[in-house]
């Protein structure tokens, strides 16, 4: 029954006995006052009072178990629920209603209300598991599946297969195009690995241009062979987009479970380091983690960390080879040749870390540190009655720096030499690098350096680099000289660069000369100066005077 009905049907009890009481009460006052009664009548009269006094105390306490039982009771109760509710903050308990009331109404619209809650809650968290672009699974959502993933292969034979992507050069279109065409770039290459794997697989964009795939439905190498193909055909196809052609590719590095490890943090990481090494040596490419290249990838790591310090800390040394004069078979200049050895891993070649200190930025202090020490030592041997110059390579970051040519002519005061006393060595890239150091190497050359072209001929643009910068000297890159033998053919190319870097007024240096065929042949072809193991092997430069004023030295012999 309603709450509303029993409240109506109370009080018109009430009122009923009340006006009941009320009126007999009035009729026996009436006959008391108008009327001469007897003592039993009189009797009654005193009965009725104590009767009524009494009907009203039980109806007052009859109207206070009414409230209790029927208003206060279940308005307790759905206040206790509702705060247990609360309290717990699980959305998944309901309110257990036994009557059919206006307070069941009220619980179950509460529990509706719960209901709605629950289902937004829901949502939310299922908004919050996927990427707002692409509508792929995100970072924690694909953390969770990898985790189930190797829980159910665990003592298993299965293989699960982790795809590490990241676009090659896509921060290029942003720049260029604007972030719309990257935006639909990449929900594009959503839908087109959504496409191509299966239906246990799971792929995820773990944020920027970064893609990971879950590879659970594999049986063998071939599969997943043939699985890295449909994805990397899938990622170099063009993209077109608002009436643009576009074209991209990816690096992808790949980790396995169980051989790569059994944890998913782990096998993301050795996946992610695999891609790295894609990104490091050319892009465009896949390739699968392995102890090895974690252990390269380390050494760099540590090697780079130490660079920072090892000039503070006096783990450099140079060592100078010297250049021979063809004509007059002197030692005309130095090579300075950076050596490092570094504190974990001994020896280190310049071919190793120079790249790190490149990329890390501690090539700036590192070639600062090179300069003075060569100016150093040049003073030291003219000190010895050696008057020499030394050649010294600059990086492009080097070149970029705006205090290079104030640092080169405060050192060149500081131990009074003439600016011919270095020249600045630069390879074609170098040149290639912009207008800022194309500038920078014309001031320098205006204060009196000169300037020398390594490695030449191993760029695109060799010629053009003679005919449009100004440089003194070209260095004829080892692989050339290397090619020299009288039954060859190697000395037409190596005679064409002779002539015509004479023709443009540029002197000549050959180096890797280790042959004393090469050597004479070298000096047949007009080569102006000499270097390579044949004349010297780089020394220390406490060696260099040693070496200088021996006789006879073996080049010398005809």
């Known amino acids: 029954m ?27 006052l009436l006959l008391n006052r108008f009327e001469r009664l007897d003592e039993t009548a009189l009797q009654a009269i005193s009965v009725f009072r104590v009767t009524f006094f009494a009907i009203t105390i039980l109806m007052c306490l009859a109207s206070l178990v009414f409230i209790n039982r029927f208003l206060l009771g279940p308005m307790s109760s759905l206040i206790r629920n509702i705060r247990n509710i609360g309290n717990s903050k699980d959305l998944s308990i309901r309110i257990k209603s036994s009557s059919r009331d206006e307070f069941s109404e009220v619980e179950f619209e509460f529990n509706r209300m719960i209901d709605s809650l629950e289902q937004a809650q829901e949502e939310l968290r299922q908004q919050a598991m996927l ?3 692409t509508q792929l699974p995100n970072r924690s959502l694909f953390f969770a599946k990898l985790n189930e993933a190797i829980a159910s292969a665990k003592g298993t034979s299965r293989q699960i297969v982790l795809v590490f992507i990241d676009l090659d050069h896509f921060k290029t279109v942003n720049d260029t195009l604007g972030h719309d065409f990257g935006d639909d770039i990449l929900r594009d290459i959503a839908s087109r690995l959504s496409q191509v794997i299966g239906g246990n697989d799971v792929i995820s964009r773990l944020g920027g241009d970064e893609f990971t795939i879950l590879l659970s439905d594999i049986t063998d190498s071939g599969s997943i062979e043939a699985q890295l193909k449909k994805i990397q055909e899938v990622l170099t196809e063009p993209h077109l987009i608002q009436g643009h052609l576009l074209y991209n590719t990816a690096s992808i590095g790949v980790s396995i479970y169980p051989q790569n490890g059994e944890d998913a943090d782990y096998l993301v990481k050795q996946a992610d380091l695999a891609m790295l090494h894609v990104k490091e040596t050319g892009r465009n490419n896949i390739f699968q983690y392995s102890e090895v290249l974690e252990e390269s990838i380390r050494r760099k790591k540590i090697l780079s960390q130490q660079l920072l310090s090892a000039a503070a800390n006096q783990e450099f040394e140079i060592h100078y080879q010297p250049i021979l004069s063809s004509g007059s078979l002197q030692v005309s200049k130095l090579e300075a040749l950076l050596r490092w050895t570094s504190p974990t891993y001994g020896p280190v070649s310049p071919g190793e870390f120079i790249p790190l200190a490149e990329s890390s930025g501690a090539i700036i202090h590192i070639g600062s540190w090179v300069l003075r020490q060569v100016c150093s030592d040049l003073c030291s041997f003219r000190e010895s009655g050696l008057q020499l110059s030394a050649a010294v390579n600059i990086s492009a970051m080097q070149l970029m720096q705006p ?11 500081e131990y009074e030499l003439a600016s011919t006393s270095i020249e600045l060595e630069i390879t074609e890239s170098v040149l290639a690098s912009g207008d800022i150091i194309s500038g920078s190497v014309r001031q320098l050359r205006e204060h009196g350096f000169r300037i020398s072209l390594d490695d030449f001929g191993t760029g695109f643009s060799s010629l053009s680099y003679l005919r449009r910068f100004p440089v003194d000297v070209v260095k004829i890159d080892r692989s050339f000289v290397a090619e020299m033998t009288p039954d060859s053919q190697g000395d037409i190319l190596v005679k064409a660069i002779i002539d015509l870097s004479h023709n443009l007024g540029l002197r000549v240096v050959s180096e890797g000369v280790e042959l004393k065929e090469q050597f004479d042949l070298l000096r047949q072809l007009g080569s102006d100066e000499l270097q390579g193991y044949f004349i010297s092997r780089p020394v220390q430069a406490s060696a260099v005077y040693s070496f200088l004023t021996k006789e006879n030295p073996g080049f010398d012999k005809k």
């Not at 205090?403 to 005061?413: A, H, T, V, W």
């Open 2 to 28: 309603k709450l509303r009905k029993k409240i109506v049907i109370f009080i018109c009890t009430i009122a009923l006995l009340g006006l009941g009481s009320t009126y007999l009460f009035l009729h026996l």
């Open 131 to 133: 990427d707002p672009l």
């Open 403 to 413: 205090g290079l040519q104030e640092l080169l002519l405060g050192l060149l005061d």
